[in-house]
Nanobody, 116 residues
Framework: VQLVESGGGLVQAGGSLTLSCATS????????MAWYRQAPGNQRELVAG????????NYIDSVKGRFTISRDDAKSALYLQMNSLKPEDTAVYFCNVRDRDWFYTWGQGTQVTVSS
């Protein structure tokens, strides 16, 4: 099982980034998936989720209207388009399942740093 996040970087406030999560060894299409983030000193939090098949998405209030989660089941990949980035979005971003009482082993995540 591998979850490999990429696409992070340093961006100015107001900028955009697109994160990708490549997965292997999991039944990707059978799982609701989510993006999580963890800022220094904070607990990991769910940022955006998407159901099996991608029909329903949900977001925490602070990113609604700015972030878009999507999935490509043919590629077993998850994406997060992030627009209008704010310094408070600075964190390490991870992908994993949601709506389960377990998680796959966490990947290393991808660092997003937003400068003011």
């Amino acid at each position: 099982v591998q979850l490999v996040e990429s696409g992070g970087g340093l961006v100015q406030a107001g900028g955009s980034l697109t994160l990708s999560c490549a997965t292997s060894g999991i039944n990707f299409h059978l799982n609701a998936m989510a993006w999580y983030r963890q800022a220094p000193g904070n607990q990991r939090e769910l940022v955006a989720g998407i159901t099996r098949g991608g029909g329903i998405t949900n977001y925490i209030d602070s990113v609604k209207g700015r972030f878009t989660i999507s999935r490509d089941d043919a590629k077993s990949a998850l994406y997060l388009q992030m627009n209008s980035l704010k310094p408070e979005d600075t964190a390490v971003y991870f992908c994993n399942v949601r709506d389960r009482d377990w998680f796959y082993t966490w990947g290393q995540g991808t660092q997003v740093t937003v400068s003011s």
